[in-house]
T-cell receptor, first 111, second 117 residues
Framework: SQTIHQWPATLVQPVGSPLSLECTVE??????LYWYRQAAGRGLQLLFY??????ISSEVPQNLSASRPQDRQFILSSKKLLLSDSGFYLC??????????FGEGSWLTVV | AQKVTQAQTEISVVEKEDVTLDCVYE???????LFWYKQPPSGELVFLIR??????QNEISGRYSWNFQKSTSSFNFTITASQVVDSAVYFC??????????????FGTGTLLAVQP
């Protein structure tokens, strides 16, 4: 069966520091991969999605970037964090246009 | 533009009561999917159901049931005989096609359900 893992689960970072959140999917090939952010107030926003290695689409302009170095690996990064980057980040996957399944999430607090 | 509205911000019920969570959507697509996800306090989004726009048949899974009505653009979720473990934030979502076979999920703002013992 397919599983998705992301880490770290919790992160406290100072303003201006870099960020790297990693996500891997197991048990499937060539998945579509997604990064969502959930800010305070519960709204979920799609940040990036990828249909293949090296292919990244950004949904909103922001301080973050994403990369997909391997088929089942998706990384969310920032060179310099802002206070507004705080939130709950969720990696997700799907096969084709089917159901999107989410990882456990990563809590990021920028101080 | 696609939009999902969950007008109920918070609902509080006593255990064993039935509760319905409302979801109204807007879309110009003729083919789309609707979803419900559960987010317990741990934070992970748990998939509950996916419904194709061509399938208006209601679905029942244990204590959960879903009522999809295209005429009113609604996809409501009912929990029968609620339990404390049902306490969570519930999200309704609508899929939107993006680049090839990907799906972008448009989420509602969620409904916080608190089931009191």
């Amino acid at each position: 069966s397919q599983t998705i893992h992301q880490w770290p689960a919790t992160l406290v970072q100072p303003v201006g520091s870099p960020l790297s959140l990693e996500c891997t999917v197991e048990g499937t090939s060539n998945p579509n991969l997604y990064w969502y952010r959930q800010a305070a107030g519960r709204g979920l926003q799609l940040l990036f999605y990828s249909v293949g290695i090296g292919q990244i689409s950004s949904e909103v302009p922001q301080n973050l970037s994403a990369s997909r170095p391997q088929d089942r690996q998706f990384i969310l990064s920032s060179k310099k964090l802002l206070l507004s980057d705080s939130g709950f980040y969720l990696c997700a996957w799907s096969v084709g246009g089917n159901t999107i399944y989410f990882g456990e999430g990563s809590w990021l607090t920028v101080v | 533009a696609q939009k999902v509205t969950q007008a109920q911000t918070e609902i509080s019920v006593v255990e064993k009561e039935d509760v319905t969570l409302d979801c109204v959507y807007e879309t110009r697509d003729t083919t789309y999917y609707l979803f419900w996800y559960k987010q317990p306090p741990s934070g992970e989004l748990v998939f509950l159901i996916r419904r194709n726009s061509f399938d208006e048949q209601n679905e029942i899974s244990g204590r959960y049931s879903w009522n999809f009505q295209k005429s009113t653009s609604s996809f409501n979720f009912t929990i029968t005989a609620s339990q404390v473990v049902d306490s969570a934030v519930y999200f309704c979502a609508l899929s939107e096609k993006r680049g090839g076979a990907t799906n972008k999920l448009i989420f509602g703002t969620g409904t916080l359900l608190a089931v009191q013992p």
